[in-house]
């Protein structure tokens, strides 16, 4: 039991740090800075503080999910704003040139793709595909 | 900054990513901003559009596209139409060089529209006022504030200008925080007016000037202050310029958009050898409120020492808002108040009733309207631990001034002209009473010369105050004291016999005054 509470400790710990790693990504690869959405801090900490008080590996568990949905939204919406951007750049070549417009639409579907099509596997970084569609997006 | 040609990217690209670090800082009569460029596909820019919201609480908001820079690398922008009194919050997004469309908007920088006095215009405003009045205003140079070139300037009123222990005083100190700015304003305005009805002989301003010596020290932290006048927004304390900090990397600790200032310095207002011990905890040097290893350790309160040193004010006010709000001296370290609390409460009442301008304008009438706090190394608090008499910390009604951390504490240049004539009504109150209920004393030798003598009045002795003595020059002492009361005297002068009085009666609207002839002590040799 003590056993597992120390394992999710770490866990948790592990999470946050990707969390900042992550945050410290956007900020010098794209020269994003997040912004978090509001309704899930919240909720988020609260379970933080229950699994505080309850100390059960069930609360823990549950603390370290809701963190890591905080950093998987976090990351989503940035990845959310340039899908849009990118939507209207594309939406405004469309007449002008549609060569391109075909190019970089398909490129523009395979980011949305890998944004809509969340597929994580076991010990896969939570926000990988978002990731890929980003360097996708600044490729197109 | 270097940006790669889309010749040598090989393709072409049309997504466009936030431009960096936008800053935005007051220059003169405009707004100066500069970036960066994006991160990412800088080759596809154009130019950047910038745009302005100006807002301020309850105040409706103002969208305004400012315009284009052509060129990647014309990362600046000169906004000459600025919102004064507001704040000015500023994004600027990429334009693509082929289609024209523009790319997601920067992080935000913001600045305040300061319509204040900066300091230059304020020491012009000394000299001049000096040259136009000398018969009335001297000008003193305190000494250096805590950054080259700012200096503590005091104006010293009144028809006897020179240093005089012995004349009724009145103290006034303002902007003590860097960002309390409204203070500092009341007080040049407070100046000007007051000067301007001596040359116009009003019979109130006669009465002040030929009765009662007052220093006016306006902007008692002109280093801290003056990063305000570059349109710093957010708040300050300490003497030294607040500087913006970098956006956290944790998008939780974000808590507006643009961060909170930090800067090095201390606490002008906590640096006075008053309620400090070595138990006392100076905090941490980053907090805007840090006192500093030991007393004394800003100019700004040596400077203020020595002005008040040589006229010994019976009362004082340390503007930190405009007026309105006073605390008064708090309880002792050991947690005894002060013994003259009744006369703080007295003065500090009506002082409040006069220059809150929520009066004025018909708002609601507080009882009570005088708090205390105990601060450590407060100016007020040493004022009266040195001189006794009634000082206070004025502070600024929540009313006036916006509860909002992101912008400074102000009320606004608009609110200045009626907060000045509250305080002038407030002043010229001080100016009477400061001459009313209390002891005159003069203590003279058998010949008639001046001495130096120690003095107590019985009844409102105060264990943790300074000794008090009369001047050297002149041999006198004055002291407020709360009327209706009786107390005693005893005086002590080397090689004299103590004298000791009692019962002596202090009623209210004058002075009591007592001329003392001390005798010689008999010699023991033959």
Redesign the interface.
Known sequence: MIHDLDCLRLELQRARRA??EE??WL??????????PRHQ?GPALWLALDALEANTADMLAAALKAFRKLHRS?TKLVVW??LE??R???E??RA??PE?FAR?LKLWNQASALFTNFNQSAGQSPTLNYRKALEL???? | MKISSPETCG??????????QLEAMLDGGLARLKWEP????AHAVAGYELERTSWWPGRPAQTTVLGRTEGAAACGFEDRTFQRDCMNEYRVRAV?RR???A??WS?PAALYGFQYTGYERMVETLRRLGERWPEVCRIVDGGAAAREPYRIWCAVLGTDTRDRPDRPGVLLVGNVHAGEIDGGEVCIGLLERLLCDWGNGEPAARRLLERVQLRIIPFYNPAGRSVFESGFCGRGRKNLPARRVS?P????L?TDNWPSDRSDGIDPNRSFDVNWSDSAAAGEPGSSTYAGERPWLSPEATAMAAMAAAFHPQISIHYHGPGGYSLMPGNWRDGSPPSQRPLHLEIGREYTRLSNPEFANGGPLEVGLCGSASLQGAAHDWCYQEFYGAHFLAEGFSGQVPGDDRIPAVAGPGAIPELVETNLQALHWMGERVRGAGLEISVEDVAGRPLVARIEVGGAVDPHCKPQFTDPVHGRYRRILTPGNSYSLSVWSEGCLDVHLENIAVSAGRPTCLSIRMKPKPSLLP
């Open positions: 969390y900042l945050m410290q900020r010098e690869r794209f020269g994003v800075i997040p912004s978090v801090v976090t704003h340039q951007e990118t209207h750049g594309l405004s070549i002008e040139a391109l970089k997006l600044a490729t197109l | 393709s072409e690209v049309i997504s466009l990513w936030p431009p960096q994006p991160r990412v596909n693509h289609f024209g469309m790319g997601p992080f956006v990397v944790n998008p939780l974000i």
